[in-house]
């Protein structure tokens, strides 16, 4: 009893003291608190402020960092936005304070994406997915078994030939692309009562997929036999629940940051796409800033992908040892068995070239971005 009664207090505490920062101003020092777990002390927590307050006063230059994630979320969602706003103060020499906001109050997906093409605020976190309608060309990740495996993610976009043909279309749009987060390939994820486990492809035949609004995601379902299901994604959770969709195909990650687990019973790793997101910098802001600052963003950048890289095995492992204990099974696949999804809907069938000559302008503009998500860079991330 005593242990609850604890509990609770802390709970009180952390509520009182989270408030108390609000209310005077100290948002960012709120969270921060939060995530060191020092908001039950009132004494730690007033420290916090304290050192947010003389960071904002000492920066010549304030950077809005705004995500659709709570903090916590990294333990299982590598989006790592604490250790971008810790590294981008410290790579710049404190010339830069970054306030955060997370949880999506300042909007999700393409509305962050909007918001900084627009300079409302100066960073933010946003999938490819949602960067799509400002830069087609990023969409070529979605093309099926073109980079879905983290490797070749990160083989592909730390590559010259992706800075060199994206990032230029990225940048005529007003973006900086500063760092691309790995969270893990999509997965095929199956209802409760709905169709068992998904092996190949003749087991999704007549399974209503939700599917996001990506015509490339449709035609791919299509391909390997479902009936793909357009739904709003905050629709999706009572979708599942009602059996007007099926099956779904966000990352573990994401399945357990966003309440599925109860709902689900199998899910089976096809690495066909990256659930993949990246954080994006205003470009006109961004140029507008001295040229150490710069580089101490950039650097900032390539220390929180490094980061995030690391993070992948632990985050996906949490996610999915939460989701375990709900009752959901994974299915790990063979060589050949991924080779029967490949066949079936994979990138090399004709269906897919006018997306690649859309979306990368030639064939052989294509190629050389199929050669380079095929080539190992410096970068290692650990695959499901």
Same mark, same amino acid.
């Given at each position: 009893m005593t242990d609850k009664k604890t509990a609770s207090e802390i709970r009180s505490l952390e509520r009182r003291n989270f408030l108390k920062l609000t209310a005077s101003g100290g948002f960012t020092a709120a969270v921060v608190a939060g995530a060191a777990g020092t908001l039950w002390s009132g004494e730690a927590a007033a420290q916090t402020q304290q050192e947010e307050r003389a960071r904002e006063a000492a920066a010549e230059h304030t950077m809005t960092l705004a995500t659709a994630y709570v903090l916590g979320a990294s333990r299982s969602y590598p989006i790592m936005q604490l250790d !971008?706003?810790?590294? /981008?103060?410290?790579?710049?020499? @404190?010339?830069?304070?970054?306030? !955060?906001?997370?949880? $999506?109050? =300042? +909007?999700?997906?393409?509305? !962050?994406?909007?918001?900084?093409?627009?300079?409302? /605020?100066?960073?933010?976190?946003?999938s490819l997915s949602n960067f799509a309608p400002f830069a087609s060309a990023v969409d070529l990740i979605n093309l099926p078994y073109f980079? $879905?495996?983290?490797?070749?993610?990160?083989?592909?976009?730390?590559? #010259?030939? &992706?800075?060199?043909?994206?990032?230029?279309? %990225?940048?005529? *749009?007003?973006?900086?692309? =500063?760092?691309?987060?790995? /969270?893990?390939?999509?997965?095929?994820?199956?209802?409760? +009562? +709905?169709?068992?486990?998904? !092996?190949?492809?003749? #087991?999704?035949?007549?399974?209503?997929?939700?599917?996001?609004? *990506?015509?490339? =995601?449709?035609?791919?379902?299509?391909?390997? $036999?479902?009936?793909?299901?357009?739904?709003? &994604?905050?629709?999706?959770?009572?979708? %599942?629940?009602? @059996?007007?969709? #099926?099956?779904? #195909?966000?990352?573990?990650g994401a399945l357990f940051v966003f309440g599925f687990k109860d709902i689900l019973s199998h899910v089976t790793f096809t690495q066909a796409v990256p659930d993949s997101q990246v954080y994006s910098v205003n470009l006109e802001w961004f140029n507008s800033l001295p040229a150490d600052v710069q580089e101490g963003i950039e650097f900032a950048g390539e220390l929180t992908a490094h980061q995030n890289l690391a993070k992948v095995p632990s985050a996906r492992n949490y996610a999915m040892a939460e989701l375990r204990k709900a009752g959901v099974e994974f299915h790990s696949l063979s060589d050949d068995q991924l080779a029967e999804w490949q066949a079936a809907g994979g990138y090399q069938r004709s269906e897919w070239d006018e997306f690649k000559v859309e979306l990368a302008g030639s064939m052989d503009t294509f190629a050389s971005l199929e050669e380079a998500a095929g080539t190992v860079g410096r970068y290692y991330v650990h695959d499901a």
């Open positions: !971008l706003k810790e590294n /981008i103060q410290n790579a710049t020499n @404190g010339k830069v304070y970054v306030k !955060l906001a997370p949880g $999506g109050q =300042l +909007g999700a997906g393409g509305a !962050l994406a909007q918001a900084v093409q627009g300079g409302t /605020i100066q960073c933010a976190q946003h980079c $879905g495996s983290n490797q070749r993610f990160t083989n592909l976009v730390t590559s #010259d030939a &992706w800075k060199s043909e994206v990032h230029p279309k %990225i940048e005529s *749009s007003g973006f900086k692309a =500063l760092f691309y987060v790995v /969270i893990d390939p999509r997965v095929v994820a199956v209802r409760k +009562g +709905g169709a068992g486990a998904v !092996l190949s492809p003749s #087991d999704l035949s007549g399974v209503k997929f939700r599917v996001p609004g *990506s015509k490339m =995601l449709q035609q791919y379902y299509r391909m390997v $036999g479902a009936n793909p299901t357009p739904v709003a &994604w905050g629709e999706t959770p009572s979708a %599942i629940k009602q @059996g007007v969709a #099926d099956a779904l #195909d966000p990352s573990v």
